[in-house]
């Protein structure tokens, strides 16, 4: 995986639909939207994944996030392949 994969996986995303406004916009008194999770973690985890490669951030931080990461896999394991 690479900058520009990254990049054009992000860039090909609509976000809005997840902004205020938006027809996936999550508000605390909507309760927990399953769905509307799964596909902002989908269009993330590319950069959530760069972001664990990087040696300025700390190594707890690190292994944080990729708890996080493998915990949101198990969740939504189809997100793996989301380039």
């Given at each position: 995986?690479?900058?520009?994969?990254?990049?054009?996986?992000?860039?090909?995303?609509?976000?809005?639909?997840?902004?205020?406004?938006?027809?996936?916009?999550?508000?605390?008194?909507?309760?927990?939207?399953?769905?509307?999770?799964?596909?902002?973690?989908?269009?993330?985890?590319?950069?959530?994944?760069?972001?664990?490669?990087?040696?300025?951030?700390?190594?707890?931080?690190?292994?944080?996030?990729?708890?996080?990461?493998?915990a949101m896999d198990i969740?939504?394991p189809s997100s793996k392949?989301?380039?």
């Amino acid at each position: 995986m690479d900058f520009e994969k990254v990049d054009r996986h992000i860039q090909e995303a609509d976000l809005t639909i997840f902004q205020d406004g938006g027809d996936h916009y999550l508000k605390a008194e909507d309760g927990i939207c399953i769905d509307t999770i799964r596909q902002i973690y989908k269009i993330v985890r590319p950069i959530l994944l760069i972001f664990n490669n990087f040696l300025f951030i700390p190594q707890k931080w690190r292994i944080a996030l990729e708890i996080f990461i493998q915990a949101m896999d198990i969740v939504y394991p189809s997100s793996k392949n989301s380039l």
